[in-house]
């Protein structure tokens, strides 16, 4: 299979506890981007990167959440000292970006980590 | 700030019939637009892409038309399966990052 791939898809961890989670994207997708999905919205914007380069955040992400794209290929999201508001799906998606005034390709959106926060 | 909306929220058909899902956005300088279907605790499965310069795409079954200047964006399905039962996702793309509406819960009865 060569589309994104999240893993884990479920977590239940307990309030305080520090949680990662990963994401791999399409192999030649420069940009990766975080969403996160609670029941009945739809996904908001986290951050994204271009390469290794972590070029946005939302004002979502609190202190408490760091993310990483080390090489410009796999990613990780970390929640430091999770809180019950955190439980939610977090979704993870890969694009190709081609330059300033190309048109923008297709997104592809990984099957998400469920996270339970208890 | 982008607002995207989606109506309606919910729509229940019998099997066979075409259908429109709607999406209106507030900020019609958008880079493109995206329809995606999500399945009950699964991630997004993209439909179809529409550039901001294209006023439609086709794929099967699924027709998609992009009207920017009043900011708006319906989704239609022909000859609807039961198989088609899912919540629908409108996406615009401004600058770097995608903005949802909260979809339209899509029910196919056979």
């Known amino acids: 299979d060569t589309g994104v791939s999240q893993n884990p898809r479920h977590k239940i961890t307990k309030r305080g506890q520090n949680v990662t989670f990963r994401c791999d994207p399409i192999?030649?997708?420069?940009?990766l981007y975080w969403y996160r999905q609670t029941l009945g919205q739809g996904p908001e914007f986290l951050t994204y990167f271009q390469n290794e380069a972590q070029l946005e955040k939302s004002r979502l992400l609190s202190d408490r959440f760091s993310a990483e794209r080390p090489k410009g290929s796999f990613s990780t999201l970390e929640i430091q000292r999770t809180e019950q508001g955190d439980s939610a799906m977090y979704l993870c998606?890969?694009?190709?970006?081609?330059?300033?005034?190309?048109?923008?390709?297709?997104?592809?959106f990984g099957q998400g980590t469920r996270l339970t926060v208890v | 700030k982008q607002e995207v909306t989606q109506i309606p929220a919910a729509l229940s058909v019998p099997e066979g019939e075409n259908l429109v899902l709607n999406c209106s956005f507030t900020?019609?300088?958008?880079?493109?637009l995206q329809w995606f279907r999500q399945d009950p605790g699964k991630g997004l499965t993209s439909l179809l892409l529409?550039?901001?310069?294209?006023r439609e795409q086709t794929s099967g079954r699924l027709n998609a038309s992009l009207d920017k200047s009043s900011g708006r964006s319906t989704l239609y399905i022909a000859a609807s399966q039961p198989g088609d039962s899912a919540t629908y996702l409108c996406?615009?793309?401004?600058?770097?990052?995608?903005?949802f509406g909260a979809g339209t819960r899509l029910t196919v009865k056979p």
């Open positions: 529409i550039q901001s310069s294209q």
């Open positions: 900020d019609s300088a958008i880079y493109n």
């Open positions: 996406a615009v793309r401004k600058y770097n990052d995608m903005r």
């Open positions: 192999s030649e997708h420069n940009r």
């Open positions: 998606a890969s694009s190709l970006f081609l330059g300033t005034g190309t048109s923008n390709t297709e997104a592809f």
